[in-house]
């Protein structure tokens, strides 16, 4: 029997609508900007370039509801509004016209960014670790399977701040859809169950105080909040 010097960290996992059971999360991949308006803001290229990533720990996941502090060595806190997709079967180079079947369900997300870092990061062109893969960064609500939703490639994605909306669009102006997406990154990666993928954002993203309430929504999913509380 193996022994730590200090305790295990506990496993990360998320909720799953209907049942008690959890899905347990290894990896969390992101998708940097797969809406063309959302790349347009960033200064990025609109047009279908290939897709490029990101990751979050799986400690970085906290669920929909929570309150999370404002976080250190940031003066310019955004919220990115996403659909996530959970696999639930291990892929390695699939062709997109067979991905989805690896597909196990569907949650609505956050990618929590600390942009000041990430424009930084950008310039120096060095990572983007401490912009993007910092504690409570990953807001998640209960993962739908997709037995009982369906494949989710259009409907509405929408993102209010204090009721005011923020962000609307649809999953069907992702340059890459999900299917496309597991392809690509099955090139580079062997994707197992466990695996998060985090699919982009649409235009609209910014900046968040201490006290404001993020709501947002996908069609089918459970409605996210997100509150911000004060620094520690």
């Not at 235009?203 to 709501?215: H, L, W």
Request: hydrophobic fraction near 40%; include cysteine.
């Amino acid at each position: 029997m193996s022994q730590y010097i200090f305790p295990p960290a506990e496993q990360a996992s998320v909720a799953v609508r209907g049942t008690s059971a959890r899905y347990a999360v290894s990896r969390i991949f992101c998708v940097g900007r797969n809406y063309a308006a959302h790349a347009l803001e960033m200064g990025g290229n609109p047009d279908r370039e290939p897709p490029f990533y990101f990751s979050k720990p799986a400690s970085a996941l906290v669920p929909s509801g929570s309150t999370v502090p404002y976080p250190p060595s940031t003066k310019n806190y955004h919220f990115e509004m996403e659909l996530v997709v959970a696999i639930g079967a291990p892929v390695f180079k699939v062709a997109a016209a067979d991905a989805q079947a690896a597909v196990w369900g569907y949650a609505a997300g956050l990618d929590m960014t600390r942009r000041d870092l990430q424009a930084e990061a950008k310039s120096m062109g060095r990572p983007w670790d401490t912009a993007k893969g910092f504690e409570q960064s990953a807001l998640i609500t209960e993962l739908v399977p997709v037995s009982e939703i369906g494949p989710l490639n259009q409907g509405a994605i929408t993102l209010a701040v204090n009721g005011v909306e923020k962000q609307r669009g649809d999953l069907s102006d992702q340059i890459w859809n999900v299917a496309e997406v597991i392809s690509n990154l099955s090139h580079y990666y062997h994707l197992e169950p466990g695996d998060l993928i985090y699919t982009g954002t649409p235009e609209g993203v910014g900046a968040v105080k201490p006290g404001d309430v993020i709501t947002g929504a996908i069609e089918g999913l459970a409605t996210l909040s997100l509150t911000i509380g004060q620094p520690e």
